[in-house]
């Protein structure tokens, strides 16, 4: 059973179009996490949400943390081939080990 | 460093052989974690090290998988006794704490034979 799932796990769409990403537990986390990798490297924090209802924006990406803390999305707007890539989230539990747990990721296909 | 780095960035080994792979953390970061990744897809946990405390192993799939951290920095993952299924690429993050983050390396593919 996957902690974090995540969807939709595959995702394809022409340039132009908007999508979201979405990421969802019964669990609570204190903070939760996107990260972004691309062929033949790690994945790289994209940022980082704390607060129950919070909104960050990074240009045309914006994510957002359930009330509840249970929850994220991640919206693109007018994608771009450049952000192509597998797009993780990861939550950090609010008692015991200090790791962070991962959703088996979004694969993400802008096509030109 | 300025990065993580891992090393070798690719290995081929025959099934039943031992490996080492090797993972430089970010000067400073007191955490350290592996992670498998097949074809792809989502990390899979293996282990985590912070600071001088017992490793958490909970993630290692099998007793052929150890790992150990030296000194407080420089990591080495050994799979002994190699299968197919061992496949995958490995990856090290390091980090000052999980709240901020992980900084990854670029992953050891390592492909059994």
């Known amino acids: 059973t996957q902690l974090l799932e995540q969807s939709p796990q595959f995702l394809s769409i022409q340039e132009g179009e908007n999508l979201t990403v979405y990421c969802n537990s019964s669990?609570?986390?204190?903070?939760l996490q996107w990260y972004r990798q691309e062929p033949g490297e790690g994945p790289v924090l994209l940022v980082t949400?704390?607060?129950?209802?919070e909104v960050k924006k990074l240009k045309r990406l914006t994510f957002q943390f359930g009330d509840a803390r249970k929850d994220s999305s991640l919206h693109i707007t007018a994608a771009q081939p450049g952000d192509t890539g597998l797009y993780l989230c990861?939550?950090?539990?609010?008692?015991?080990?200090?790791?962070?747990?991962f959703g088996q990721g979004t694969r993400l296909t802008i096509n030109p | 460093g300025a990065g993580v780095s891992q090393s070798p960035s690719n290995k081929v080994t025959e099934k039943g052989k031992d490996v080492e792979l090797r993972c430089d953390p970010i000067?400073?970061?007191?955490?350290l974690y592996w992670y498998r990744q097949s074809l792809g897809q989502g990390l899979e946990f293996l282990i985590y090290?912070?600071?001088?405390?017992?490793?958490?192993k909970s993630g290692l799939p099998s007793d052929r998988f150890s790992a150990e951290r030296t000194g407080g920095s420089v990591s080495t993952l050994t799979i002994q006794r190699t299968q197919q299924e061992d496949s995958a690429v490995y990856l090290c993050?390091?980090?000052?704490?999980?709240?901020?983050?992980?900084?990854f390396g670029s992953g050891t593919r390592l492909t059994v034979v």
């Open positions: 993050a390091s980090s000052l704490a999980a709240r901020h983050g992980y900084t």
């Open positions: 669990s609570v986390f204190s903070s």
């Open positions: 949400v704390v607060t129950g209802g």
């Open positions: 990861a939550g950090l539990r609010i008692q015991g080990a200090q790791k962070l747990v």
């Open positions: 000067s400073g970061h007191t955490a």
């Open positions: 090290f912070q600071g001088n405390s017992a490793p958490d």
